[in-house]
């Protein structure tokens, strides 16, 4: 167990330095924001649909591969960052490229990844169409290697969904997610080694959810209602209190009954081994909670009987623009 108490920062993360540097982009393109970025297929802005673009990595998740040598799930959480993403936004996934780069190939493990990557594509229902290998001598420690992702989908441009619609007494609906996902792990491998991180292992290589085909499911049963979601966050770095906000609009609060869920035991683990304090625990990790829904209230009955496993876990408020963990 760690002697210190952990944070994020302290295992070499600087969130708020990551956000300044958003913030920055932000101001020189501010096409970018949300979780995916739109484009006009008719270059006049007057068409029906927009092209949906998104990238993403696993991060350091990847040093635990290579620890316990283990590579054929990676590729799921690899489609999982992106194809998530592209969803938030009500996209339909169509394509996924990689970028896969390593110091000196080895056919046998780079087989393993690429079957995860193809069964990530599966489930997201999209297709692999292209990617890069790059074998750079000198550039990588021995064994190790990084991986990208790009994902591309469509959306008709009256179904976009962008949380404008957002009011309060709209509620907040959480899927589980099937623990860690490809966030907080810089933290995590301070706090499992040696024989920890053996026996913790396959918990914490369980790959990421994707979430394809509950929310196509949600949104079709909805349109046949006249039904609308109002909002989509995928839950990543940052957890609920980084992501959801960036969904609602100004003057719109968010506020999660955290015990309306069962957090995974990992989590509890993570900080009570780390000494890591509860705010930083809600501000690292997804705390089992992946995909964020919001719904208004006549929506609700509809919203659990096709997802059965949405919990509702909050509620939209009046008040700073923010999430607030109650």
Not at 49 to 68: H, I, P, Q, S
Not at 129 to 155: C, H, K, N, R, S
Not at 211 to 221: G, H, P, Q, W
Not at 319 to 326: D, L, N, P, R, V
Request: aromatic content about 8%; proline content about 5%.
């Amino acid at each position: 167990m760690a002697s210190a108490t952990l944070t994020y920062k302290k295992s070499g993360v600087n969130i708020d330095l990551a956000d300044k540097l958003v913030d920055h982009i932000q101001s020189k393109a501010p096409a970018i924001g949300g979780f995916a970025g739109l484009f006009p297929l008719d270059l006049d802005g007057s068409g029906p649909w927009e092209l949906v673009a998104c990238t993403d990595g696993v991060g350091t998740k990847l040093k635990l591969a290579f620890a316990l040598d283990k590579h054929d799930t990676i590729g799921i959480d690899l489609v999982a960052m992106s194809v998530n993403d592209l969803v938030c936004c009500g996209a339909k996934p169509l394509i996924f490229l990689d970028y896969y780069a390593t110091g000196r190939l080895d056919l046998k493990r780079s087989k393993r990844i690429i079957a995860g990557i193809m069964e990530g594509c599966r489930l997201g229902r999209c297709v692999l169409l292209g990617g890069e290998t790059a074998e750079m001598p000198g550039f990588y420690p021995q064994g190790e290697y990084d991986l990208a992702g790009f994902a591309v989908g469509i959306v008709k441009r009256s179904e976009v969904i962008d949380g404008s619609k957002i009011f309060p007494g709209d509620l907040i609906l959480g899927l589980p997610s099937s623990g860690l996902h490809s966030n907080g792990y810089s933290l995590a491998r301070k706090v499992f080694k040696g024989r920890d991180l053996s026996r913790w292992g396959k918990t914490l290589l369980t790959p990421t959810r994707i979430y394809v085909d509950e929310i196509a499911s949600l949104r079709a049963a909805f349109r046949a209602e006249n039904k609308i979601i109002l909002g989509l966050s995928h839950v990543t770095g940052g957890g609920l209190v980084e992501n959801v906000p960036r969904i609602l609009p100004r003057g719109r609060k968010a506020v999660f009954r955290k015990d309306s869920w069962k957090r995974p035991a990992v989590f509890d683990e993570i900080a009570r081994r780390g000494r890591v304090p509860e705010r930083e625990m809600w501000r690292t990790f997804n705390m089992g909670i992946g995909m964020v829904i919001v719904i208004r209230p006549d929506s609700l009955e509809l919203a659990r009987r096709v997802l059965p496993e949405a919990m509702l876990i909050g509620e939209i408020v009046d008040g700073k623009h923010e999430a607030e963990i109650a």
